[in-house]
T-cell receptor, first 111, second 114 residues
Framework: RKEVEQDPGPFNVPEGATVAFNCTYS??????FFWYRQDCRKEPKLLMS???SGNEDGRFTAQLNRASQYISLLIRDSKLSDSATYLC????????????FGTGTQLKVEL | GAVVSQHPSWVICKSGTSVKIECRSL??????MFWYRQFPKQSLMLMAT?????????EQGVEKDKFLINHASLTLSTLTVTSAHPEDSSFYIC??????????FGPGTRLLVL
């Protein structure tokens, strides 16, 4: 089983749609969780951290379910500029603040 | 703030040559730098973690004699791919941290070994 697992997609959605991505992680001792965005041939950029209480940043909402070892990202009112690969990232603890990346979910927002 | 640069942004080399990639934190002192590799349609894989002034810690399966890492100052880490072969062709990305778990990523270096 992969340490961080995501559906690779692609998710093709029309502009304005709401889309949700899910991610599961294998290590129950994982400490912190993030969503990153990666554009084609670019470095990943932090989109948001994910907290157990859930957090929202504009059109983006992230949720964490520790019991199910599951993380989600919801994007409302999709824009063309949201097209990218969304990476689920986990700090699994064990020292050194190492991050484990999922393979990413590709989103394509279309007119 | 928290800008990380990498140089070169891309490199093409012949098989058997060595390639050095630089990672610099431009506006902060990076106590820790991380080196990742990403193959097409795959996730970023951590290769090694380096702390200034000490030897790098390599992840399992990463050959330390092939991927030489030097972190001589708080703003510079280098990765040298020695005797590069076509299978080393990849996207190499560094990140830097000044403590805590936030990592700031460089723009990456594309390596193509012919």
């Amino acid at each position: 089983r992969k340490e961080v697992e995501q559906d690779p997609g692609p998710f093709n959605v029309p502009e304005g749609a709401t889309v949700a991505f899910n991610c599961t992680y294998s290590n129950s001792a994982s400490q912190s969780f993030f969503w990153y965005r990666q554009d084609c041939r670019k470095e990943p950029k932090l989109l948001m951290s994910v907290y157990s209480s859930g957090n929202e940043d504009g059109r983006f909402t992230a949720q964490l379910n520790r019991a199910s070892q599951y993380i989600s990202l919801l994007i409302r009112d999709s824009k063309l500029s949201d097209s990218a690969t969304y990476l689920c990232v986990v700090n699994m603890g064990g020292g050194g603040n190492k991050l484990t990346f999922g393979t990413g979910t590709q989103l394509k927002v279309e007119l | 703030g928290a800008v990380v640069s990498q140089h070169p942004s891309w490199v093409i080399c012949k098989s058997g040559t060595s390639v050095k990639i630089e990672c610099r934190s431009l506006d902060f002192q990076a106590t820790t730098m991380f080196w990742y590799r990403q193959f097409p349609k795959q996730s970023l894989m951590l290769m090694a973690t380096s702390n200034e002034g000490s030897k790098a810690t390599y992840e399992q399966g990463v050959e330390k004699d092939k991927f030489l890492i030097n972190h001589a100052s708080l703003t510079l880490s280098t990765l040298t791919v020695t005797s590069a072969h076509p299978e080393d062709s990849s996207f190499y990305i560094c990140s830097a941290s000044y403590g805590g778990e936030t990592q700031y990523f460089g723009p990456g270096t594309r390596l193509l070994v012919l």
